[in-house]
């Protein structure tokens, strides 16, 4: 993906105490998981490369939860209890991003695609879409 198409989209948890921006494209691909969390929590998934986010304010404000394998790092504000952005599982070392939690300038800027993460070993392989900045294999 061509990082000179991306724009950028600021974000925060419900309360404001965590502040971020993302950059990303303006048409968005993102990715509706029904494993536990994800579904629990609402979470629409948007993928991004490390160096396309940049936490404003509110690292104090940070929780982390791990569980089953212990290799996503899921964040939430302590005060309202959002998460707008963790560390998956798939790709450790970049972000995925909550994008209910981003300001999204118009309806229609984005397309939704289903994921059985309820499933995520076996389905993992036919996972959707690759992190902002990543190339496609």
Wanted: proline fraction near 7%; charged fraction near 20%.
């Amino acid at each position: 993906m061509n990082t000179s198409n991306l724009i950028e989209y600021s974000g925060s948890c419900h309360c404001g105490a965590i502040k971020f921006t993302v950059r990303a494209p303006a048409k968005l691909s993102v990715v509706e998981c029904n494993c536990s969390i994800c579904y629990a929590s609402g979470f629409l998934h948007l993928h991004i490369k490390n160096e396309n986010f940049s936490l404003l304010s509110g690292a104090k404000k940070l929780v982390a939860y791990r569980f089953n394998t212990k290799k996503a790092c899921h964040t939430f504000c302590k005060t309202c209890g959002v998460k707008p952005f963790y560390r998956p599982r798939s790709h450790p070392n970049d972000y995925s991003i909550n994008v209910r939690c981003l300001d999204i300038p118009s309806a229609g800027t984005m397309s939704i695609t289903p994921f059985d993460g309820k499933n995520w070993e076996e389905n993992i392989s036919t996972f959707p879409e690759q992190p902002v900045g990543q190339p496609t294999p």
